[in-house]
């Protein structure tokens, strides 16, 4: 199913619709042959918060013959980083976004800083602060504890910790590897995505790419949807003037839907394939209502109250459980796999067998273990 009524003329599609195209979007119905910074292109980036596993992970999900050293060579050349973007994040992006949608989500950034850290940076000359934290991280990438107390050694006042954030907030700052990568460790060292990258940023970006392009990888969506992705407010303006260009839907409680006219909307009754999708996999967090893929009484069983989103385990095209990879690079790795139901035999299987193809990803060895989840 592609296409579909234009402007008010709106058809309706249920939550198993909705999935079917998310998933056809994120490649989990199919995985692909792409190239590995062109998948992280059509995604707009892979959540990369926790390292280095959640970004190589999403990609072994989505792509047939994916190696972690393709993701690694991308980072060390400099043509994928990781940088503060979507919601204020980080995540891993092709130098090309990163020089692009960095300015975009300057505005949430600079109120994430006045919320966090507004009271302790009050009446500092801002400006001057990312004047200096450039020149410093500029010379040499530097971690936040190191950058924060070198910029309190002449403000001998304030807090290291929240200087180092509005460091964070005012300059475009990309971790420079061995941070992120599969298989190594490494401090989270910055430095400006200008002096990594070589080239400046956007100086005109304009947000109607950014919604096209979340739209392509994760529509049909509401303005709360889109919203919830990025970060960012007042998008509704940006909707009405691109909305000639789109096609128009309502979901089963009336909610107006847009989306790309020739993005995919497969039947309902499409075959969904089990699939282990990664940690922080933004398949569950770009979107206000999750139940296209995330039923909501297992929310809390895959998003922790600390803030963790564990890997979960999609069967029929719902996560129906969660899943680990421990001890990566150690020789004996494992798969734990923990649905939340009983499994099927055919489910069961094929669960194991994506847990085997995780463990081969990970050196080979191991094993996959079953346990029930508390």
């Known amino acids: 199913m592609t296409g579909g009524p234009r402007g008010d003329d709106a058809g309706v599609l249920g939550p198993r619709?909705?999935?079917?195209?998310?998933?056809?979007?994120?490649?989990?119905?199919?995985r692909s042959d792409a190239a590995p910074a062109a998948m992280i292109g059509h995604l707009g980036g892979l959540q990369a918060q926790a390292a280095p596993q959640p970004p190589y992970l999403g990609l072994l999900s989505r792509l047939d013959g994916f190696t972690p050293e393709a993701l690694t060579e991308l980072i060390e050349s400099r043509r994928a980083v990781r940088i503060a973007l979507q919601r204020g994040t980080i995540h891993l992006v092709t130098a090309e976004d990163c020089l692009t949608l960095r300015p975009l989500v300057q505005p949430l950034l600079d109120q994430q800083l006045r919320t966090t850290f507004g009271k302790r940076l009050a009446g500092l000359d801002l400006d001057a602060l990312a004047a200096e934290a450039r020149a410093l991280v500029e010379a040499q990438p530097r971690t936040f504890q190191r950058l924060g107390a070198e910029l309190a050694a002449t403000r001998p006042d304030r807090d290291p910790a929240?200087?180092?954030?509005?460091?964070?907030?005012?300059?475009?700052?990309v971790q420079v590897p061995p941070r992120g990568l599969w298989g190594r460790s490494g401090p989270a060292a910055h430095?400006?995505?200008?002096?990594?990258?070589?080239?400046?940023?956007?100086?005109?970006?304009?947000?109607?790419g950014l919604?096209?392009?979340?739209?392509a990888a994760f529509g049909p969506a509401t303005a709360a949807d889109l919203q919830k992705w990025c970060?960012?407010?007042?998008?509704?303006?940006?909707?009405?003037?691109?909305?000639?260009?789109?096609?128009?839907f309502r979901d089963e409680q009336g909610r107006l839907l847009h989306d790309l006219p020739d993005a995919p909307r497969p039947d309902p009754d499409?075959?969904?394939?089990v699939r282990l999708v990664a940690p922080f996999d933004n398949l569950l967090l770009s979107h206000a209502d999750r139940t296209r893929v995330l039923p909501e009484e297992y929310r809390p069983r895959v998003m922790t109250r600390n803030g963790i989103v564990l890997g979960s385990v999609l069967v029929d095209g719902l996560v129906a459980g969660s899943w680990q990879?421990?001890?990566?690079?150690?020789?004996?790795?494992s798969v734990t796999v923990r649905p939340f139901a009983p499994l099927g035999r055919a489910d069961r299987d094929a669960a194991r067998a994506e847990a085997e193809r995780v463990l081969a990803f990970a050196g080979g060895g191991g094993e996959v273990r079953f346990e029930a989840d508390r």
């Open 17 to 30: 619709a909705l999935g079917r195209a998310l998933l056809a979007r994120q490649h989990l119905l199919e």
């Open 162 to 173: 929240a200087l180092a954030q509005a460091a964070r907030c005012l300059l475009p700052l």
């Open 191 to 208: 430095t400006t995505a200008e002096a990594w990258l070589g080239r400046p940023l956007d100086p005109a970006p304009t947000p109607d």
């Open 211 to 215: 919604v096209l392009r979340y739209l």
């Open 231 to 248: 970060g960012l407010s007042r998008l509704a303006p940006v909707l009405q003037r691109l909305a000639p260009r789109l096609v128009a």
């Open 270 to 273: 499409t075959p969904a394939p």
């Open 325 to 333: 990879l421990a001890g990566e690079g150690t020789g004996a790795p």
